[in-house]
């Protein structure tokens, strides 16, 4: 074990939980919740607004965690920091603002057939409103996008063209649990085609692994607070700030402005700009104490962990049922995180986590908001374990041996 299971309450109840979900959403550790109870007992107020005591300190630790998530990607100015409600919104900020206004019919939008929805329906729907072409990148038999040569080299001459204005790719997918070499391909779109706007969906990549917006070279990366530690109802949306200045607001409103007339209106100034009307106050406060037990815990040991973890998972898989299974994305060449999703001949993903939950064992069976994956895949659906710091060997013996069963049940 990584981390202590007893810094997570959820896990203390008295039903044993054994949560391999995490890629789902994460657990929260006391500190996080914590940090949450201290905003509504003690400085519940609203922010920007008020003259008294409770409002500027709510104000400041709302702005200070703006500073924390800057410099925890690497950001230029914690200006280039946006609070959404999630990482799906931060990509329809994105799609919205700068998409309506930039793409036009005969442009190119590029992403990848193993994204979430997250990160294919909103550029599948601008392309729809605005008569662009909608290019999405196929997989190989192993699960590695189809723009590597023979040697390895990246090879997107033709995916990228002249007509390209945004390519928006994952970090780390949700299914096959590969880390995209998403440096070299920025590099590689940058070399055929330096105007493509790049969006890195890193949902999966930010609770794991130390992302630097400024090394990767994107222009937008977004996240999700509840998969690494923090609340649900808070996401991120970084983005380059000469470009957040020239895009329009998403929603308007109290906040994000700075004057109204009854013929005008004057936006305040980014990040402002984007976040209208009361934020999750208590959640971005969470957020940043969830950051801060990340730093404490240390990413390369979590990666480290989970790596370990699934590999060890994977192995007891393949012993217990032979060729019945299928884990996706096994034999891609990538390196991996804490991610199994499978599927074993004769049983259905939802009868078996059905029967796992009966054992308080939490996996995830479906699609995993990755249909059009799934579909290239040739699969209805596939179970998925995933794990986090907190999960244990003893975690992943339990599910195998109650997966067993499950199996004979099923056959
Ligand atoms: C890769 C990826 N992108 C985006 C999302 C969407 O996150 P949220 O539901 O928090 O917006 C997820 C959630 O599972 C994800 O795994």
Not at 55 to 79: H, K, L, M, N, P
Not at 138 to 161: A, M, R
Not at 324 to 344: K, M, N
């Amino acid at each position: 074990m990584l981390q202590q299971k007893s810094d997570f309450p959820i896990l203390s109840q008295k039903n044993k939980l054994t949560y391999l979900d995490s890629a789902a959403t994460s657990l929260k550790p006391q500190a996080v919740i914590d940090a949450m109870d201290e905003y509504y007992t003690s400085y519940s107020a609203n922010i920007h607004r008020g003259l008294y005591p409770l409002s500027e300190r709510a104000s400041a630790e709302y702005e200070e965690t703006r500073q924390v998530i800057a410099d925890f990607i690497g950001a230029r100015s914690e200006d280039e920091i946006i609070f959404t409600r999630n990482a799906t919104e931060s990509v329809n900020l994105v799609a919205y603002s700068y998409g309506r206004e930039h793409v036009q019919k005969g442009d190119e939008i590029v992403t990848t057939v193993i994204e979430h929805h997250a990160n294919f329906v909103p550029w599948q729907q601008l392309a729809f409103g605005t008569g662009a072409d909608f290019k999405v990148i196929d997989i190989t038999d192993q699960g590695d996008l189809n723009i590597f040569d023979k040697n390895g080299k990246l090879q997107l001459q033709d995916v990228i063209t002249p007509k390209t204005k945004i390519f928006a790719c994952n970090y780390v997918s949700n299914v096959l649990g590969t880390v995209q070499p998403v440096k070299d391909i920025i590099k590689a779109v940058r070399a055929i085609n330096p105007e493509v706007i790049i969006l890195i969906d890193a949902a999966q990549a930010v609770p794991h692994l130390e992302v630097n917006v400024q090394d990767l070279d994107c222009d937008f990366l977004v996240f999700s607070a509840h998969k690494m530690c923090g609340p649900t109802g808070v996401g991120v949306l970084w983005g380059r700030q000469d470009l957040l200045e020239n895009m329009s607001p998403f929603l308007f409103g109290g906040d994000m402005i700075n004057e109204v007339h009854i013929d005008k209106s004057v936006w305040a100034t980014v990040p402002h700009k984007f976040e209208a009307g009361t934020p999750d106050i208590a959640g971005v406060i969470g957020l940043k104490a969830a950051v801060k037990y990340l730093q404490d815990v240390g990413l390369e040991k979590i990666s480290k962990h989970e790596d370990e973890l699934a590999s060890y998972t994977r192995e007891k898989l393949h012993e217990a049922f032979g060729n019945a299974l299928s884990i996706v994305g096994e034999y891609s060449r990538l390196p991996h995180v804490g991610v199994v999703a499978f599927t074993i001949r004769g049983c259905h993903p939802h009868d078996i986590a059905g029967i796992l939950a009966e054992e308080q064992i939490c996996i995830r069976a479906g699609f995993h908001c990755a249909m059009p994956l799934h579909t290239r895949l040739g699969a209805k659906a596939t179970s998925r374990a995933s794990f986090y710091m907190y999960s244990t060997k003893e975690d992943a013996d339990l599910f195998v041996s109650k997966l067993k069963n499950a199996y004979s049940v099923l056959t």
